[in-house]
């Protein structure tokens, strides 16, 4: 068993310079870091967009209400209920681009000289101890000083490579879905705001205010299934809202403490079959 163990770390050493100086790592959880901060940074402008889309509508209400067809007031309150959430997620989605501008952070700094440095010397320690025999008393030292470099090296990485593979194993498609109804809601709104903005110019004559004013009645069945269609897809905006939500919080927070407790398990049991326990 103890010539096995003798084995077994200094390859578990070698294996992770290895893999370490390779940079496959590095390149593939830079690659998904850089994905996950682009859906981020969409979805973001999305909710800003919404809800710049829902400012101007509730804010020209006022301005066209005497025109009589009264639309703005309608569209108002059909938005009234998701304009709150819409505001709530846009402060989410800030914090989850965020956390994953933060892990791009801490990705970059993992894959400098100094975390290879670091591993590079425990590995060496490492082989010593399990070669040398005056050093073998400083093996368990060494040991633990291996596997603290590796999380300290592949933590974050590896965190965020399995976070975006159960984002696009389970994820991705519900996201695509709900970000597209999401800009179905924007276009609606963005369409009734141009269509609002009828109003009758100062030098207008009687005349032309009557062809305008009967423009607007023919156009006003145009408008109100425009409004049917918006209230329908608001109500099943928020849905998808939520769903972005979860889905975020998710991917940027739950998962990557998740597999960074299970790397602390898996190197702590890894830890303890190795040394024989």
Known sequence: MNRWIRVVWPALAIVAVAVALSGTVDRISAAEATGALKRALVTFAVARGINGAISVAQGTELAIEPAGVGVVLSVGQIL?????????????MLIATSSIGLQNLLLRITSTPG???????????????????????????????????????????LLVIGSNLVFATFLESEQA????????????IEEI??????????DETLLQRFDNLLDQTLDRF????????????????????????????????????????????????AGLRLAGR
């Open 222 to 269: 145009d408008v109100e299934t425009a409004l049917t269609r918006l209230q329908e897809r608001v109500s099943a905006a928020s849905e998808h809202v939520v769903s972005l939500i979860v889905i975020f919080v998710l991917q940027t927070v739950l998962l990557p403490l998740g597999f960074i407790w299970l790397f602390i398990e898996l190197l702590k049991t």
């Open 193 to 202: 705001n141009r269509d609002s903005e009828r109003l009758p110019a100062p």
């Open 80 to 92: 009234d209920p998701i304009n709150d959430l819409i505001e709530r997620f846009s402060a989410i």
């Open 115 to 157: 975390f290879d440095v670091a591993l590079g010397a425990a590995a060496v320690w490492v082989l010593v101890a399990s070669t040398v025999t005056v050093a073998r008393q400083s093996a368990p030292w060494a040991r633990r000083a291996l596997l603290a470099a590796i999380f300290a090296r592949f933590a974050v990485p």
């Open 177 to 188: 879905a709900a970000l597209q109804a999401l800009e179905g809601v924007r276009a609606d």
